[in-house]
């Protein structure tokens, strides 16, 4: 009996030692992947992408925020910035992201316009 548990453990360890060389192969693979990845130009012509692309969400997230606002710096600020976006998009490969951006483009466009009219309603007709 004692012996057969001897036997069991040093299989049990012989092949735990073979799964846990096979696990750091794989996470050797990976990290040689990703290594590869970013040596690439074109994955890091994404990555700025993207960068840049979050950095104009961000602002037009603040500037977008108050639909009642009559600060025409703030207004081509967002214009610059969905320009900003739509000229990533229509050079992005990914035509799934392209046409997403192009859509939010036209929503804060309209946002956009939508604030103009209620502006100039507001500003046109003041409250008596």
Known sequence: MEEQLIDFTAKATSRSKKYFRMGRQVVMQKLGKAQKLEEDPQFRTHVSEFRSMNTVMQTLAKNVSSVSST????????ANCIEQMRAIGRKHPNTHLASTLETVCEALTEIQEYREEYTSHVRDNPAK
């Open 71 to 78: 600060n025409v710096a703030v207004g081509c600020a967002e």
